[in-house]
């Protein structure tokens, strides 16, 4: 209310007090007309990266390095190959170590001795499989570079990959590191079944990037 309300005579406050509620702005109309705004420029915003990806692509598809992956014949089957085989591989070597963790398999081994084994492997087939993985969006960059199921599963490698470092590094300096105490214990088993839902999403959404449209 203004200063001095409490002085007005209380026969004029109800006039005063509804020509105050009519002076100030609707700030649920502001609110709303800020956050309509705020959407707005979110979606500009979306669509300008949208059509960049769009032109990148379309201009991937236009080099010399692209247009020798479509037309000879046996690149694209031959990298899609090896690509399998090094998912194949992580695969496995992640979901073993994952399930020792859980206490599913090879309990009798010490989880840091069976991570020491696998896990300094996948690092290299990884390389592998981003070298693949970079040959294939080159030789079909209009599939995959707007594909949602391809942004989702580059989102979930990245994810996992850290994850996978974050279980590796610690015992890379104590082989007992989280084993130590039952709280270690139980961040490791929950990192453990994160990766293996994240590896497991991978590998559905490299699948979906063929039955997806792009954006």
Same mark, same amino acid.
């Given at each position: ?12 406050? #109800?006039?005063? #007090? ?18 309509? &705004? ?54 496995? #070597? ?74 590796? &590094? ?34 559905? #959404? ?10």
């Amino acid at each position: 209310m203004p200063e001095g309300y409490d002085a007005v005579p209380s026969d004029q406050r #109800a006039p005063l #007090a509804e020509f105050a509620r009519r002076s100030l702005p609707d700030w649920t109309l502001l609110r709303k007309a800020v956050t309509v &705004r705020e959407r707005s420029d979110y979606y500009s915003k979306n669509a300008i990266m949208l059509t960049e990806l769009h032109n990148f692509a379309e201009w991937l598809a236009t080099t010399a390095m692209s247009n020798t992956i479509q037309n000879v014949s046996w690149i694209i089957p031959t990298v899609q190959t090896v690509h399998i085989v090094c998912v194949a591989l992580v695969i496995s #070597a992640v979901f073993l170590v994952d399930l020792r963790i859980l206490g599913v398999f090879a309990r009798a081994q010490p989880m840091a001795a069976l991570s020491q084994r696998f896990l300094p492997w996948i690092w290299y087939v990884i390389l592998v499989l981003l070298i693949t993985g970079t040959l294939l969006i080159i030789g079909e960059p209009t599939r995959s570079v707007t594909n949602p199921a391809f942004m989702l599963k580059m989102l979930m490698l990245i994810t996992v990959s850290a994850l996978t470092l974050s279980i590796e &590094r610690p015992m890379r300096r104590d082989p007992a590191y989280w084993e130590a105490s039952g709280g270690r214990r139980a961040t490791i088993v929950t990192l453990a079944i994160v990766s293996l839902f994240l590896w497991s999403g991978i590998v559905f #959404a490299g699948r979906w990037i063929a039955y997806i449209s792009s954006y």
